[in-house]
């Protein structure tokens, strides 16, 4: 993993928390923040990137591109784009 993949995965594993968080009543997130940063990652991804990530995060399926980043892709319902 790169260190451009390494901080998209804090991103989405905060926003996550995040999530779950502001959904109990708990602390308020900038959610608009954490997207703009993860909009601005998804665009330093190297060529090399695996395009699985990319297509997950170009279509905001943020929690299958954090199991693809935490080795764990198996886990990922196939969706309708196939």
């Known amino acids: 993993m790169n260190t451009t993949e390494e901080a998209i995965l804090n991103v989405l594993l905060e926003l996550e ?11 308020k997130y900038d ?5 703009a940063r993860l909009e601005d990652l998804a665009g330093r991804l190297p060529k090399g990137s695996d395009p699985m990530l990319r297509h997950y995060l170009d279509n905001k399926s943020y929690q299958k591109a954090r199991l693809l980043l935490q080795g764990r892709e198996e886990e990922n319902a196939r969706g309708s784009c196939g």
């Open 31 to 35: 959610f608009q923040q954490l997207f």
């Open 17 to 27: 928390t995040a999530a779950k968080n502001s959904s109990s009543g708990g602390h």
